[in-house]
């Protein structure tokens, strides 16, 4: 007599029962239970080692059987037959190889794989989309992770017109600009698909300092950092990053389960947007053009960085889960290899 536990498939509950091996049947006996299954309404499920045997029944009732030895009886009138995967898996060599291929499957996956779908679907999007994404967006991060301004309407307007300057007059959308308070967070700078672009507080204070001066190095600066985040409006980055991030999610969630803490980090994502090493250095080279095109020293973009990495010394080459959440160098990370690209596209621009 074989003891096992049988589920209906209906309730949670447990029936302990004495599974009897017949010709072509299955009988269960238990206190509040009689069933008989032929062998064609019984699967044997696969095994695992130290864990139960799994009956699975046409009518969705379930049967484990613990005990070792009665699993082997059970299997063999069955005529249960480990599969060649199942076999594989059982030699450590085999394991060690699906596993291999399993982490290389992951990561061609999320380096070439989910980037290649993103662009495609990106590229089908209308701007209506942009408009919508955006739209809540904003929503989301408006009275809660930003505010209104503390800055004077004269400041604001200042900075509206470094923003008028180096705008294009030609867009993909319509940009507009919102300077706005992020209580605590570091100085940043940031561009939501719908074209608008915010520049916090703490941004331009790093930029024109206490005294609010708008001098020549100011602007340039002031207008760097703005053509950076229109260029990331201009290339959709924001889109394609999201549909990444979505993607990556979707998968997350058919591995593991629990998609509403993704949902509802959206406007933090937005924050913290990590745009790919292409993406930002397609920004850049967009806020190089912009630049040279209104007359301005590209290089202020550089020195731009490297006074925000002088703020917080060291953070760009910290790794990313421990730099301080919102700030500049943590979405738009300000690394040497940047500034000095700036430089050399700069001086490649005065010598043409």
């Known amino acids: 007599m074989i003891s096992a536990n049988y589920f209906d498939g209906r309730s949670a509950r447990l029936y302990p029962v004495n599974v009897e091996l017949g010709h072509g049947t ?6 509040d239970l009689v069933k008989s299954y032929p062998h064609s309404e019984v699967c044997f499920a696969e095994p695992f080692e130290r864990a139960p045997a799994a009956l699975d029944f046409a009518d969705g009732a ?3 059987i613990p005990d070792a030895d009665a699993q082997a009886s059970v299997a063999a009138a069955l005529g249960y037959r480990k599969s060649r995967v199942v076999r594989w898996q059982d030699r450590w060599i085999g394991a060690l190889v699906a596993l291999v291929l399993l982490a290389a499957t ?7 794989g989910i980037p290649a779908l993103a662009e495609r679907i990106v590229a089908s999007l209308p701007a209506s989309v942009d408009q919508t994404v955006g739209d809540s967006a904003f929503a989301g991060l408006d009275g809660s992770l930003l505010g209104q301004t503390r800055l004077s309407d004269e400041v604001v307007a200042q900075v509206q017109e470094v923003f008028a300057s180096v705008a294009p007059a030609q867009t993909r959308i319509a940009l507009r600009l919102r300077v706005m308070d992020g209580g605590k967070l570091p100085p940043n700078a940031l561009a939501l698909p719908n074209g608008t672009i915010v520049i916090t507080d703490a941004m331009v204070l790093h930029i ?8 020549d190095e100011a602007r340039a600066r002031m207008a760097g950092v703005l053509a950076h985040e229109i260029g990331h409006v201009e290339g959709r980055h924001s889109m394609r990053a999201l549909a990444r991030s979505s993607i990556t999610a979707a998968a997350s969630m058919a591995l593991f389960g629990d998609f509403s803490a993704v949902v509802a980090g959206a406007p933090t994502l ?5 745009y790919s090493r292409d993406m930002e250095r397609s920004a850049d080279d967009y806020a190089i053009r912009r630049l040279d095109e209104t007359g301005l020293p590209p ?6 960085f490297d006074s925000l990495e002088a703020a917080a010394p060291g953070q760009s080459s910290t790794p990313r889960w421990l730099q301080t959440a919102g700030s500049y160098l943590s979405s738009h990370p300000a690394t040497r290899e940047r500034s000095n690209y700036i430089y050399k596209r700069s001086m ?3 010598g043409k």
């Open 26 to 31: 299955i009988g269960l006996a238990g206190a």
């Open 106 to 112: 992951v990561f061609a996956t999320v380096k070439w």
């Open 62 to 64: 379930r049967c484990e």
């Open 208 to 215: 024109v300092g206490k005294k609010f001066d708008f001098d």
């Open 299 to 304: 290089t202020a973009l550089a020195d731009l």
């Open 270 to 274: 937005l924050l913290n947007m990590d």
């Open 348 to 350: 490649e621009l005065q």
